[in-house]
């Protein structure tokens, strides 16, 4: 009897999403082996939350032999992680979203499909419980036609300041976050993505607001975008914030799903741990689950490394919703 070998991943990027998402998801999967990070600060490197024997890099030419790499470094810097892994022949798992143009993100899986290397996107939305559920009611026919689709994230990012409660410094990960695009770009297209998915159909954007609260240099993108798009015969409004209550000391962050059809709706909130079915039978609860699921992408991860049925993103799905996104928020500042 063999045993199964398990595959070797590295990572790029040893920033917050890293440390509290990828890596212990990372370390917990029984198929993978965490063999090397990579990043350009030793003191990112230093507190990334990897045991002894991970090789520790500051350049992607150190990391040992790899089966896959995941990005999540700055989005700005996925097209050089990326360009590294295809003259390598390494599979690719990148985070959200994939560039900050449409050019490079379009550029990043063109090289990719011409090395005929896998390139995934790091949509974990789409591995939660929740999500797997809304999708296979609605595939079931459970809601009868969907007309409709609400999906709420109002956040503040963990406010405007650094000291929340003292109201000083400058949150420097909002900042960030603003200057990668904004709110849609940078997380609305999980919820762009997971639309594409339930309904099984292309969008399209048909109307794009968007409210200023700061001015921050080098960003033209608003805090807080609202957007309509339509496809596989239904509406969707995509409605996402940096800046809810975000010069507050409090928190009051509000997450939705709303799935509305010719014979039912599905809900989901967030705060309210409420995820239900309302059809002609009455109520359902569905149990609550949170909202996405790391560990469920990386158990795909090692399916698709072991030449098994899996159902990740393709960086074909991450140009589509990261391409969304881009329109929506040039509308919104067009209009502003």
Same mark, same amino acid.
């Given at each position: 009897m063999t045993t199964e070998r398990r595959r070797r991943v590295g990572l790029v990027g040893c920033g917050?999403?890293?440390?509290?998402?990828?890596?212990?998801?990372?370390?917990?999967?029984?198929?993978l082996e965490l063999v090397g990070v990579c990043d350009l600060s030793t003191d990112r490197l230093a507190a990334a939350p990897a045991p002894a024997g991970v090789a520790r890099c500051t350049?992607?030419?150190?990391?040992p032999d790899l089966d896959a790499l995941v990005i999540t470094s700055p989005a700005g810097a996925h097209a050089q992680n990326v360009r590294w892994a295809a003259r390598r022949g390494v599979p690719v798992l990148c985070e959200k979203p994939i560039a900050v143009d449409e050019a490079t993100s379009v550029a990043m899986v063109e090289q990719m499909e011409a090395a005929s290397i896998p390139l995934?996107?790091?949509f974990n939305y789409r591995f939660s419980p929740v999500a797997q559920r809304i999708h296979d009611l609605v595939a079931t026919g459970a809601v009868g036609e969907v007309r409709a689709l609400r999906m709420v994230f109002l956040w503040d990012l963990h406010g405007a300041f650094q000291d929340r409660v003292a109201q000083k410094g400058v949150n420097q990960r909002r900042v960030g976050r603003m200057l990668e695009g904004g709110p849609l770009v940078d997380c609305g297209v999980h919820q762009i993505d997971l639309a594409r998915w339930w309904l099984g159909s292309d969008l399209q954007v048909d109307h794009a607001t968007g409210v200023w609260f700061d001015e921050i240099d080098g960003v033209d993108a608003p805090e807080h975008v609202t957007t309509h798009l339509s496809g596989g015969g239904a509406r969707v409004l995509v409605d996402v914030s940096f800046a809810y209550g975000h010069r507050s000391p409090s928190r009051l962050p509000t997450f939705t799903y709303e799935? &509305?059809?010719? #014979? *039912?709706?599905?809900?989901?909130?967030?705060?309210?741990?409420?995820?239900?079915? &309302?059809?002609s #039978? *009455?109520?359902?609860?569905?149990?609550?689950?949170?909202?996405?699921s790391f560990e469920g992408m990386y158990a795909d991860l090692a399916a698709a490394l072991h030449g098994e049925e899996h159902a990740l993103p393709t960086g074909r799905d991450g140009l589509a919703a990261t391409r969304l996104a881009l329109e929506a928020t040039a509308r919104a500042v067009a209009a502003r």
């Open positions: 917050e999403v890293a440390g509290y998402g990828h890596l212990p998801a990372l370390l917990r999967a029984e198929r350049s992607l030419d150190e990391m995934w996107v790091a799935v &509305i059809g010719t #014979d *039912g709706v599905i809900r989901y909130r967030r705060e309210e741990r409420d995820f239900v079915l &309302i059809d #039978d *009455g109520l359902h609860d569905l149990g609550w689950a949170h909202e996405k």
